[in-house]
Nanobody, 115 residues
Framework: QVQLVESGGGLVQAGGSLRLSCAAS????????MAWYRQAPGKQRERVASISSGGNTNYADSVKGRFTISRDNAKNTVYLQMNSLKDEDTAVYLC?????????WGQGTQVTVSS
């Protein structure tokens, strides 16, 4: 059973930065694409960034130029560096595969941006 554990969220002022981490308990992590998603109250889950096994990245227009996804295959971990945070970035952030079938979702990590 794959387990995903997200961490690094918190309360930050608008314009600030946070770095999220996602640790995966899967031995084949290094050959899988990974993605970060977010879900705000009353809104659908949105994929904000993805990274292929080879390191190619993709971003939602809403975060392009502000967020950076990266991975450390030796640690089975994917990161999301978030800069210039805005109120609208407030959400629970989760990680998973960039496409279905998804692994079981973790608890996510709450990011709250205050203005």
């Amino acid at each position: 059973q794959v387990q995903l554990v997200e961490s690094g969220g918190g309360l930050v002022q608008a314009g600030g930065s946070l770095r999220l981490s996602c640790a995966a308990s899967v031995s084949v992590f290094s050959i899988r694409g990974m993605a970060w998603y977010r879900q705000a109250p009353g809104k659908q889950r949105e994929r904000v960034a993805s990274i292929s096994s080879g390191g190619n990245t993709n971003y939602a227009d809403s975060v392009k130029g502000r967020f950076t996804i990266s991975r450390d295959n030796a640690k089975n971990t994917v990161y999301l560096q978030m800069n210039s945070l805005k109120d609208e970035d407030t959400a629970v952030y989760l990680c998973n595969r960039p496409y279905e079938p998804f692994w079981p979702w973790g608890q996510g990590t709450q990011v709250t941006v205050s203005s």
